[in-house]
C-alpha cells in the first residue's frame, strides 16, 4: 500500500517540508517499511516557491528589490524545468510580513518589487512565469508592478503617481509605450486562491483592507481608487478586469497581471497540483493524508485539503486531514470528499504552546492515528 503525504504549512510554526516530514515519521514509527510519498503544497501562498523548486528539483535564487515600503530586501524565487519557468511569490517582495505592525497602510504600500522579480525572471530568458499571490501589503491594484515592467501611470498633468492604491484617484491615464516587450512571449500563471473581484463590498479593499491597516475610510477611499483605476484599464488598455473572479487578490494585483501581463488566473491549489503532477501516484495510492494549521469554512473554499480531496474522489482515495484546530463539522467535510480531520493537539493548550510544539504533535497524532488503523483495518503490513 502507498500513502500520499501532502500538507500545506501550518503558518508560524511548520513549512509544508516540515509538516510532511513529521507526519512520515509518525507513520514510520509504527509501519516503517510502508511506501510513502511526500508532496509538500502551498495553495499559491507564501511556500509556494519552495513547493516548486523542491518537487521539480530547480535551484533558488535571491533578487534584491523593492519592499512594500521603498526600502531594499532581498526576495527568494525559483528557476523549474530546466530554467524555463520561473515561481514567484509576491509575498517575498511585497507582503505583509515586511510591513512593521505600526507602519502598515495599504493605501502607500506597492507592489513595485514584485514587478522587479517578474524582470529578474525575463532577464533569465523565462517563458513561462507562475506567480503566487497570498500574502500581499499592498492594495495597489498591481500598478507599482506595472511601473516596474516600463508602464506609465500618469495624472492629468503627465506626471507619474506615487506608489500606493491612494494615488490611483489621481490617475489620468495609463501609457504602455515602454512595457517591457518581452512581456508578449511569456505564459503567465497566477497562483490565487480566492475568488473576490477587483472592487464593491467583496473587493480588495473591503475584505482584504483591514487586515493590511486600512481603517473605514481608509477601506472607502481604496475602493474608490480601484474603481477608478479599472475605469482607466478599461478606457487606455481596453481591458475590464473589474468584476473578475480573482482580480481583488493581493490587493487587485491578480487584476494588474491581467492587464499588464496577460496573466490567467488559476485555483492556487489546483495549479500546484498539476505541475506537481500528483494524479501520476493516486492511481495506486491507499491513503493520502493532507492537513494546515486551522480547517475552517475557507478551507473548503479552495485550500490545500479541499483541492486534495476534490483530486482523491476520482480515485476513491480516503482523505485524512491533520491540522491544529478542526472548525468545521463532519457533514461538512463529508460534503467537501474529507473522510476524516483530527486536531493535532493532545490537551488543552495555549496557541503558543501549540505552535512551538507543531513537529512534535503532528508527529505523535500521526503516530496514535496509525495504531489506530492497524488495529482496525487489519489492511496494513505490520
Known amino acids: 500500500m502507498k500513502i500520499i503525504i501532502a500538507p500545506d504549512k501550518f503558518k508560524g510554526s511548520l513549512t509544508a517540508v516540515e509538516a510532511a516530514q513529521a507526519i512520515a515519521r509518525g507513520i514510520r514509527g509504527i509501519l516503517p517499511d510502508i511506501e510513502l510519498k511526500l508532496f509538500p503544497l502551498s495553495d499559491g501562498g ?5 513547493t516548486l523548486a523542491g518537487a521539480a528539483d530547480g535551484s533558488i535564487l535571491s533578487t534584491t528589490v523593492s519592499g ?15 530554467e524555463q519557468t520561473a515561481v514567484i511569490e509576491m509575498a517575498a517582495a511585497s507582503g505583509l510580513s515586511l510591513v512593521p505592525p505600526e507602519s502598515k497602510n495599504p493605501g502607500v504600500t506597492s507592489t513595485y518589487g514584485t514587478g522587479e522579480l517578474i524582470m529578474a525572471a525575463l532577464d533569465k530568458g523565462c517563458s513561462e512565469i507562475i506567480i503566487g499571490i497570498g500574502g500581499s501589503a499592498t492594495n495597489d ?24 492604491g491612494l494615488e490611483l484617484l489621481k490617475l489620468d491615464r495609463i501609457d504602455i509605450t515602454n512595457l517591457d516587450r518581452r512581456i508578449k512571449d511569456v505564459t503567465c ?3 490565487c486562491d480566492v475568488d473576490n473581484p477587483l472592487t464593491g463590498q467583496h473587493g480588495a479593499s473591503y475584505v482584504y483592507g483591514p487586515q493590511k491597516g486600512a481603517k473605514t475610510e481608509l477601506v472607502k477611499e481604496l475602493d474608490r481608487s480601484l474603481a477608478h483605476y479599472a475605469s482607466i484599464l478599461k478606457k487606455d488598455l481596453g481591458i475590464d478586469v473589474d468584476q473578475v ?10 487584476a494588474g497581471l491581467i492587464a499588464f501581463m496577460g496573466a490567467e488566473l488559476h485555483s492556487g491549489i489546483d495549479l500546484v497540483l498539476d505541475t506537481l503532477k500528483i494524479e501520476h501516484e493516486m492511481d495506486k ?38 491540522a491544529g484546530s478542526v472548525e468545521v463539522d463532519n457533514d461538512e467535510l463529508y460534503k467537501a470528499g ?22 512534535e504533535l503532528i508527529e505523535k497524532k500521526a503516530e496514535a492515528l496509525f495504531y489506530f488503523y492497524r488495529a482496525v483495518e487489519k489492511t496494513l503490513p505490520v
Do not use: H
Request: aromatic share 2%.
Open 285 to 322: 495510492a491507499g491513503l493520502i493524508i493532507t492537513g494546515e494549521g486551522r480547517l475552517d469554512k475557507q478551507s473548503l473554499r479552495g485550500k490545500v485539503p479541499m483541492g486534495i480531496a476534490r483530486r482523491a474522489k476520482k480515485y476513491d482515495i480516503p482523505v485524512i486531514v491533520l
Open 245 to 254: 473572479p480573482g482580480a481583488g487578490a493581493a490587493g487587485g494585483l491578480g
Open 189 to 191: 500563471k497566477v497562483a
Open 46 to 50: 507564501e511556500g509556494l516557491v519552495e
Open 338 to 359: 474529507i473522510t476524516a480531520a483530527f486536531s493535532i493537539t493532545d490537551a488543552p493548550m495555549k496557541l503558543e504552546e501549540a505552535v512551538s510544539r507543531g513537529a
Open 68 to 82: 512594500p515600503l521603498g526600502q531594499k530586501v532581498e526576495a527568494r524565487w525559483a528557476l523549474i524545468n530546466n
Open 141 to 164: 491594484g498591481g500598478a507599482g508592478m506595472a511601473c516596474a515592467l516600463g508602464a506609465k501611470l500618469l495624472d492629468k498633468d503627465g506626471r507619474p503617481l506615487g506608489p500606493g
